[in-house]
């Protein structure tokens, strides 16, 4: 009678688990970022006769914040550091915009440098320059913001489903190069999803003898991805608003 219970409980857990949508696990080779759906709508738009030169120096991680880890000491930090480099590729696949290098400018002066030393070589022509230049940063990452769960159990046998929402906020601001003026700001949010399913077997089936079965998975929303989505919404904002105000407008 116990084996039957003890067989009978397995049965139950694993067709439980096997329930659960588990994810495939295959490696694959690396893949180039495809772009995302928001960029491609914009793409399809009407675009300007030449694209603007901008310039981003920096959009910087602003939170200070650090990973969330349970009872851990965590250095890593919650957001991504290459937020510069991700809003220059955003504002090159817009169509709309050709961004000048200046993060990495003290390294191409000092290549010109290098270059014009050579006598060999004739004199490299002047630096483009940006009529708009683009500041702000991530500006908040809030963990938890809600939390939520449902799971029973019944005789040794359970099961659980957790979610979390975490929420990442960004500011992005033109500016006029020639009068310094703060053209337009806006501000844009993102969602970070995560949920986590747990199905598990926990009961004595004799005297010192105890039977457990645990399985499951998690899913989590990369954080980078949602602090790209946000900066993407947000230069969407800009270009439309920059259209209705008169400094930018579409070829036709």
Excluded at 16 to 44: F, H, R, W, Y
Excluded at 102 to 129: D, F, M, V
Aim: with cysteine; charged share 20%.
């Amino acid at each position: 009678m116990k084996r039957f219970l003890l067989t009978l409980s397995s049965i139950v857990v694993l067709s439980g688990c096997s329930l659960l949508p588990k994810p495939e696990i295959n490696i694959t080779a690396a893949q180039i970022d495809m772009v995302s759906p928001v960029m491609q709508e914009l793409q399809k738009q009407s675009k300007p006769r030449s694209p603007i030169p901008v310039s981003v120096y920096a959009f910087r991680d602003q939170t200070g914040q650090y990973k969330p880890q349970a009872n851990v000491s965590s250095f890593s930090t919650a957001v991504t550091q290459g937020a510069t480099s991700v809003l220059t590729q955003i504002l090159l696949e817009s169509g709309w915009f050709a961004p000048l290098e200046r993060e990495g400018l003290q390294n191409l002066l000092t290549e010109r440098k290098i270059h014009g030393a050579n006598k060999n070589n004739p004199e490299l022509p002047t630096l483009n320059q940006a009529r708009i230049l683009f500041e702000g940063g991530i500006i908040g990452y809030e963990t938890n913001l809600s939390t939520g769960g449902i799971g029973a159990e019944y005789f040794g046998i359970g099961f659980s489903e957790l979610y979390r929402e975490d929420q990442v906020s960004v500011y992005l601001r033109a500016v006029d190069v020639h009068t310094g003026q703060v053209l337009m700001s806006v501000s844009s949010n993102k969602k970070v999803f995560s949920q986590e399913l747990r199905a598990g077997l926990f009961r004595y089936v004799s005297l010192n003898r105890l039977a457990e079965a645990e399985g499951g998975y998690s899913t989590n929303e990369p954080v980078q991805y949602c602090v790209k989505q946000a900066m993407e919404a947000a230069v969407v904002e800009l270009i439309v608003q920059g259209q209705q105000r008169g400094y930018w407008r579409a070829d036709n």
